[in-house]
T-cell receptor, first 112, second 114 residues
């Protein structure tokens, strides 16, 4: 089983749609969670961190469910510019150093 | 401008010919790391460094070497490249080694080994 699993997609949605991605992780001791965005084989960039209480940044909402070991990302009012691959990232194991485990990514294509 | 740079950006080489991919950051970050990205597998860590002269293996270190003689530079060395090392490589850095630190990535190096 992969440490971080995501549906590869692609998710093809029209502009203005709401779309949600889920991600599951295997290590119950994981401590930090992130969504990174990657455009067309360019470098990944941090989209948002995911906090236990859930957090929102404009049209983007991230949720963490520790009991079920999954993370979600909700994008409202999709824009063409949201087309990208979204990487679910989990930082573990406990031990101090900044090791990131990346999911393979979910591809989103927003069309007019 | 704060950034991570990598060179070369694209490289086609032949099996067995030693090569080095350079990585440099200008943010005075302690932590640096190398990843490779392959279709369907996500990014996998090759080596990391928590500070100058401190390096350690990641998940896929075989066939690679690194060094950290200066804080800003973290070159990746392939002593004898093989076709299975054809991949997209990213260098990354972060301010500290705690789990909440954002990692900043270089633009990537696309390597083809024939």
């Amino acid at each position: 089983r992969k440490e971080v699993e995501q549906d590869p997609g692609p998710f093809n949605v029209p502009e203005g749609a709401t779309v949600a991605f889920n991600c599951t992780y295997s290590n119950s001791a994981s401590q930090s969670f992130f969504w990174y965005r990657q455009d067309c084989r360019k470098e990944p960039k941090l989209l948002m961190s995911v906090y236990s209480s859930g957090n929102e940044d404009g049209r983007f909402t991230a949720q963490l469910n520790r009991a079920s070991q999954y993370i979600s990302l909700l994008i409202r009012d999709s824009k063409l510019s949201d087309s990208a691959t979204y990487l679910c990232v989990v930082n573990n194991p406990p031990g101090g150093y900044n090791k990131l485990i990346f999911g393979a990514g979910t591809r989103l294509a927003v069309h007019p | 401008e704060a950034q991570v740079t990598q060179n070369p950006r694209y490289l086609i080489t032949v099996t067995g010919k030693k090569l080095t991919v350079t990585c440099s950051q200008n943010m005075n970050h302690e932590y640096m790391s190398w990843y490779r990205q392959d279709p369907g597998l996500g990014l996998r860590q090759i080596y990391y460094s928590m500070n100058v002269e401190v390096t350690d293996k990641g998940d896929v270190p075989e066939g690679y070497k690194v060094s950290r003689k200066e804080k800003r530079n973290f070159p990746l060395i392939l002593e004898s490249p093989s076709p299975n090392q054809t991949s997209l490589y990213f260098c990354a850095s972060s301010r500290g080694t705690d789990s909440y630190n954002e990692q900043f990535f270089g633009p990537g190096t696309r390597l083809t080994v024939l």
